[in-house]
């Protein structure tokens, strides 16, 4: 069992005072998995205070050090990738094969490409009569999910790191392993003291305190757009700069012009991935927008491709679906599932309850309903689950509009065989990212969403841009 009871600030591993503990659960198993201390809003105090002292020497170091300091992350990080793999497993039930290939590989990527963007950024520009610095922004207080919990931390800290601001950071108390593992590498990395510190705890204790507090001049937020919308509110009184990534309900437009064996393969690439990471991910392309004329086609496509998704145990060697992360979190799929029955929608695969032989864990079966409207449960709520909801349209405009009907805007998906008329539908789409027939994550491009998903970006120069002041000075010529 992992004990990890410790905080990290300035420089130290240190026993907090007046900390209650937490247990965390494993989801594959439902055992206890370890404990964790949960710190207060006067632990922030000690972390904020450590940032704030470390940020008047750590913004001076130059290009090249900072270089060198993310080089011997990447280092130390390298060498503790099957470690980082297994604390994912156990933490969050992710298979071996995605926390290996996927989960544990994207937080070394974010800090290899940060040392890229670092390498040729132009910090100083001019104009005209004008010198146009970019310049640190100060301490970041950075908050960070359970679903993807390395990815979503390094492309924080990476460009937070880059760009010379230091960090006080709260990872999920649901997923801390893998925290731990990371801030054992930048210790060992030797990360100034101070830089970055690290702490647990509740969001409405301690990442409101990291949102709220005075020394903090930014706070990067990663969670549901409610706990988003209690960040934006807390960080308001001191006018600190906010971003968000919030939560999602994609739409995945498959378009009229496809061939049997595409259209198919569209369809069943949709739902299967639906089922990575257990259907946990924001961007989840979860409202499947089918030609009317086609749906049978896509309903017997959908159904076929879940059915084939293998649920078990992330350590088994089979390409495999694990469990969701928690109790709370398989409570609410059960109960949108059920709602999905209730209004109406038909059930194609998957339903409530448990998959066979997995009575143990938080298992969910990969579901699929057909026939849903947008005004179902299913159809508006972030399910954040494998749930795939299909929708039929009987022309592109409409099929836009149902695509635009959320309150949300993180990702977009289209297939289809015309370039003119996947750019125009690309065009009406009001989404951050959009995936044409089936493109991947692209680790450069910037993530962030439209309306309720979000603002600001992620991941690439515009991530970068997220951690830096511009400062315009007047009569001095570079």
Known sequence: MRDYLKFYINGEWKTPDNASTLEVIN???????????????????????????????????????RVELLQEICTQYKARMNDMTDAIIEEMGAPRWLASSSQALSGYGHFKTNIEILNDYAFNRQQGDAMIIKEPIGVCGLITPWNWPINQISCKLAPALATGCTVVWKPSEIAPFSAQVLMEILDSAGVPDGVVNMLHGYGPEVGAAISAHPLIQMVSFTGSTRAGVAVAKDAADTVKRVTQELGGKSPNIILDDLDETTFAKAVAGGMKSMTVNSGQNCNAPSRMLVPAERLQEAVAAAKAAAESIQVGHPNSEDRVMGPVISAVQWDKIQDLIQAGIDEGAT????????????????????????????????????????????????????????????????????????????????????????????????????????????????????????????????????
């Open 27 to 65: 989801p594959a198993d439902e055992s206890v998995a370890g404990r964790i201390s949960m710190g207060t809003s006067d632990h922030v105090d000690q972390a904020a205070n450590a940032a704030s002292q470390a940020f008047n020497s750590y913004y001076q170091y130059s290009r090249q050090q």
């Open 347 to 478: 059930l194609v695969a998957g339903g409530t309850g448990k998959p066979d032989g997995l009575d143990q864990g938080y298992y969910v079966k990969p579901t699929v309903f057909a026939n849903v409207h947008s005004d179902m449960r299913i159809a508006r709520e972030e399910i954040f689950g494998p749930v795939l909801s299909i929708m039929s349209y009987t022309d592109d405009a409409e099929a836009i509009r149902l695509a635009n009907d959320t309150p949300y805007g993180l990702s977009g998906y289209v297939s289809g065989a015309d370039t003119e008329r996947l750019r125009e539908v690309v065009s009406r789409l009001r989404a951050g990212m959009i995936h044409v027939n089936g493109a991947p994550m692209d680790r450069t491009a910037p993530f962030g969403g439209y309306k309720q998903s979000g603002n600001g970006r992620e991941k690439g120069l515009e991530g970068f841009d997220e951690f830096l002041e511009t400062k315009s000075v007047l009569g001095i010529k570079s």
